[in-house]
């Protein structure tokens, strides 16, 4: 069963920066789009990043010019660097690996808290 591995959270300042990372596990077969979400206390999951197969990327407005999506699909990871963090990026982000009709994949979240 394909597991994907997420690093690269914890607790920065505002202003500062971090970056993401999202690999699978073991063996995965093909290409996926993949993604990003996150999740933040009281709030409901929201998209904020994916990149399909493709390379074509897409980005929540709170997040543009601030976040950037890549992939390495040699390595089957996607990365998420976050720069200019605000207070309001704090959440538990989640990766997402997904094609269509098929089982798609979650990352057990990684926490990102933004705070002085």
């Known amino acids: 069963q394909v597991q994907l591995v997420e690093s690269g959270g914890g607790l920065v300042q505002p202003g500062g920066s971090l970056r993401l990372s999202c690999a699978a596990s073991?063996?995965?077969?093909?290409?996926?789009?993949m993604g990003w979400y996150r999740q933040a206390p009281g709030k409901q999951r929201e998209l904020v990043a994916d990149?399909?197969?493709?390379?074509?990327?897409n980005y929540a407005d709170s997040v543009k010019g601030r976040f950037t999506i890549s992939r390495d699909n040699a390595k089957n990871t996607v990365y998420l660097q976050m720069n200019s963090l605000k207070p309001e990026d704090t959440a538990v982000y989640y990766c997402?690996?997904?094609?269509?009709?098929?089982?798609?994949?979650w990352g057990q979240g990684t926490q990102v808290t933004v705070s002085s």
């Open positions: 997402q690996f997904y094609r269509f009709n098929e089982h798609d994949y």
């Open positions: 073991g063996t995965i077969f093909g290409i996926y789009t």
């Open positions: 990149i399909m197969t493709t390379g074509s990327t």
